[in-house]
């Protein structure tokens, strides 16, 4: 059994990149809860407002595995809810924290895990996510206000090793529908494709399909590598069992 929370208070750092793209494929039969009350556009997952937080909580006992995209607009009032209904973080087993360079973001990726360490969320519960690096880019350098915060205050761990690198195969798809592993999957010769196309409009379409496979093969292993970083199997309650999707 394995619940999720993916959670930040700044927008714009990849949250449902890293809900429906890292965890959800790799968690079966997870199921994806969006908590957006703004631009909330995921068909295939149920939205559920941030203050209904009461029946966000009575829908996650009746499931076993869950990954619950928390919407930035969303976060405020949740945490307020969690504060009201006492021990109620404790219905997730991990709180996943993407964040990436800019220093906006890295000071609301501070005030997130100092609100959830507030919670009483235990600091082996909190995993943060190193999400968007540009190629060439030393994470180290790039959060040092963050990494200097969590070294002085350990309240959640840090593994510079959960980390993605900027790919633009997660804005392919309006809604973040995109699925990489059946484009990776994807055996059409392309290449041969495009020579038979007549219409330069059919060509661009097909290199453009080629391009997306490419970036879906690369993007893969770091997933699975960014993944096996954020140690959840070491979470799981003995008894359980997290079977993990390998790729």
Known sequence: MMKIAVINFSGNVGKSTIARHLLLPRIPGAELLSVESLNAGNEDAQVIRGRQFGELQEYLQTIDNA??????SNV???LALMHRYRGSHEDFDAFVIPTVAPIKQQQDTIATLV???GLGVPARRMKIVFNMIEHGDEVEAV?????????EHQIAPMSLDCRLPFNEIYRQSPGQKVDIFKLAEDNTDYKALIVKATDSIDKLQLARKLAARRLAIGAIPLLDACFAALGLAELVEPGDELAVNAS
């Open 143 to 151: 959060f040092f206000p963050l990494l200097a915060f969590l070294r």
């Open 115 to 117: 609100d959830l360490a």
């Open 67 to 72: 990954v619950v995209d928390i919407g930035a």
């Open 76 to 78: 405020e009032d949740l």
